[in-house]
């Protein structure tokens, strides 16, 4: 990847739909050498997909929690994601360092769906116990 590639990126972060001739005005290569790089970014598997952002507000899910998720004994990556992929009020999770074993973002209608939503991981066999802080507004949406 080249300074050329890593502004290709940058735009189509910004917005997926750029066209191929707008994204080449803005670098300084033609409508087909864009895209000739984005397929090749593509098949290396540098980009792999294409998404929609949507405005969160509208979706009904504006109750938000960060959960910080404490196991027994040590628990596999592939086993927690396997527990947290049947909760679909979990949007995000990752493994951390830290006395937390992993991090849950989760977002639910509103706090009773996600105090089901928190007991549907607090049950999992491999669980011990939660800890939450629901968010009261979003300062940066990336």
Partial sequence: MDNLDFR???????????????????IGLSASAVKRRIDRLIADGIIRGFTVLLDTSLDGKITEAYVELFCRGTVAPAELKRILSGVPEVVDAGTVTGSADAIVHMRSRDIPSLELALERVRIAPNVDHTRSAIVLSNLIKR
């Fill in 8 to 26: 290709i990126i940058d735009l189509l972060k910004l917005n997926a739909r750029t066209g191929y001739g707008d994204i080449g005005q803005v």
